[in-house]
């Protein structure tokens, strides 16, 4: 993730520990389960994480916070 749209922005988090699950139905071709963590990065989350998980199954997934650590601990929301 970084701090901005640009891709040479500076990196404040990534993703550790993805697991992919796919799925494929006739109603919605392909939907794919993905859990895990995103660990920050940058100087004022550093170190703290958030349990993420979530169905993707069109460009507008919506994905639960359902933990984290550190600076977020017991995180709950969407993003």
Known sequence: MHDTTDS???IIARAKGM????T???ANGYAWFLPFSMVFEDSSFRGSTLQ???IVND???E???VGG????PMA???M
């Open 69 to 72: 650590t550190g600076k977020l």
């Open 76 to 78: 709950r929301g969407t």
């Open 52 to 54: 993420v998980m979530g």
């Open 24 to 26: 494929e139905s006739q």
């Open 19 to 22: 697991h992919i699950q796919a």
């Open 63 to 65: 994905w639960a916070i």
């Open 8 to 10: 040479t922005a500076s």
């Open 59 to 61: 460009a507008n997934g």
